[in-house]
C-alpha cells in the first residue's frame, strides 16, 4: 500500500503528515479526511467544486487522467498547476505520493476580498 506525504499547510496540517498504507482505490479526500486533514470539500466529495484541490508533487503520473467534468473545474481552482488534481476525484494507485493543500480555495478568495 502506497504512503500519502502532506506538505506543511499553514492552518490545515501546520507540521505536515504521512499516511502510511494508503488503501489503492480509494480517493485522495476521503483518505485525508480519515486521517485527520480537515481538507474542505464543500461539494461532499461529488466533483461540484475545486474546495479539495491539491497538487501532486510525486506520484502524479501513477493516477488516472482526470475527467472532462474534473479538468474544467480544475481551470477554475485558485492556485492551478500542471499536476493539480481535485482530491475527491484522483484515486489512489499503487504508488507513493507527496501532496500539497493550495493556501486558498475558491471559497476562502472570496470571503478574504
Given at each position: 500500500m502506497p504512503k500519502i506525504t502532506i506538505l506543511p499547510h499553514e492552518t490545515l496540517c501546520p507540521e505536515?503528515?504521512?499516511?502510511?498504507?494508503?488503501p489503492v482505490g480509494e480517493s485522495i479526500c476521503r483518505v485525508l479526511l480519515d486521517n485527520h486533514v480537515e481538507i474542505e470539500h464543500a461539494c461532499e466529495l461529488s466533483c461540484a467544486c475545486t474546495t479539495c484541490h491539491v497538487v501532486i508533487k510525486e506520484g502524479f503520473s501513477s493516477l488516472e487522467d482526470a475527467t472532462d467534468d474534473e479538468e474544467d473545474l480544475l481551470d477554475r481552482a485558485w492556485g492551478l498547476k500542471s499536476t493539480s488534481r481535485l482530491s475527491c476525484q484522483a484515486k489512489i494507485a499503487d504508488k507513493d505520493l507527496v501532496i500539497?493543500?493550495?493556501?486558498?480555495?475558491?471559497?476562502?478568495?472570496?470571503?478574504n476580498h
Open positions: 505536515g503528515a504521512v499516511i502510511e498504507n494508503a500539497e493543500i493550495p493556501k486558498y480555495t475558491i471559497n476562502h478568495a472570496k470571503e
